[in-house]
């Protein structure tokens, strides 16, 4: 079983940087892809950005190409998203997840099996 519990959220204006965490625990995740999806409200679930812990490739969505980057510290066993230059629309609830697949690109989120609580982001215009 595999443990994920997420942090950093927050109230931030149009054009900050926020970092969320997300600490993970349980055995052999390190063969897993980690996600990050979020929510807005009245609206579905929706990929945001992956990691694969092996080799740290990462992929991202359109809409966050270029302000959000993903990684992970081996050291500490955790996923964090570094969240640059964010806008209203970036508004959602956030959460950290992982797929027990390691080769396959993961976006949709029914392919993942582990999810954390989420952590609440605010963006203000």
């Known amino acids: 079983q595999v443990l994920l519990v997420e942090s950093g959220g927050g109230l931030v204006q149009a054009g900050d940087s926020l970092r969320l965490s997300c600490a993970v625990s349980?055995?052999?995740?390190?063969?897993?892809?980690m996600g990050w999806f979020r929510q807005a409200p009245g609206k579905e679930r929706e990929f945001v950005a992956a990691?694969?812990?092996?080799?740290?490739?990462?992929w991202y969505a359109d809409s966050v190409k270029g302000r959000f980057i993903i990684s992970r510290d081996n050291a500490k066993n955790t996923v964090a998203l570094q969240m640059n230059s964010l806008k209203p629309e970036d508004t959602a609830v956030y959460y950290c997840?992982?797929?027990?697949?390691?080769?396959?690109?993961?976006?949709?989120?029914?392919?993942?099996?582990?999810w954390g609580q989420g952590t609440q982001v605010i963006v203000s215009s």
């Open positions: 990691i694969r812990w092996s080799v740290g490739s990462a």
């Open positions: 997840a992982a797929d027990r697949s390691p080769l396959r690109v993961a976006v949709q989120d029914h392919e993942y099996d582990y």
């Open positions: 349980g055995p052999t995740f390190s063969s897993y892809v």
